[in-house]
């Protein structure tokens, strides 16, 4: 008798729509705390935050995914993940479970939508909910995580 293999993924809450990540990627989940701004900044870069002594760049995954002015409620929260072997704090909407997913459940993404977003690595089927899977390595493009390599290094001068 085979098991079939799963994806363990944390469900993340942006504008309405439901991502998953995998929890392997997941370093931590805290309450949106302030945030400093920095000048000169991309537009989605919020700034950064001192957690537990470590300088780290957040980005708002909402401006990112095009939300112009994203609502800041109290459910929102900074999912602290590690794209490119750099620490990085993703703004959510919300977080809502962790799941297990077949992989046999998981369908690679419509052509129409990688050309514009490699980052989606697949769509995940949960009864009739669909998830969007996203790789945080992907996520940014290399001169992205450039900027927010220099972010910290200036913010830690």
């Known amino acids: ?29 805290i309450r949106l705390v302030p945030v400093t701004k920095l000048p000169n900044s991309s537009q989605f870069v919020e700034g950064i935050i001192n957690l537990r002594g470590k300088v780290i760049p957040i980005v708002d995954l909402r401006k990112r995914f095009g939300s112009l002015d ?59 909910r669909l998830l969007i899977l996203l790789d945080i390595n992907r996520l940014f493009s290399t001169d992205e995580v450039v900027d927010l390599t220099n972010l910290v290094a200036v913010a830690q001068e």
């Open 1 to 29: 008798m085979s098991v079939e293999r799963e994806l363990q993924i944390v469900v993340l809450n942006v504008k309405g729509q439901e991502f998953g990540i995998p929890i392997v990627n997941v370093q931590e989940i």
């Open 70 to 128: 994203p609502e800041t409620e109290e459910q929102c929260r900074i999912v602290v993940v590690n794209p490119n072997e750099q620490v990085v704090g993703l703004i959510v909407d919300g977080v809502s479970e962790v799941l297990k997913i077949p992989v046999s459940n998981i369908d690679p993404p419509p052509a129409a939508v990688k050309e514009g977003a490699d980052f989606i690595t697949g769509i995940g089927k949960v009864g009739e």
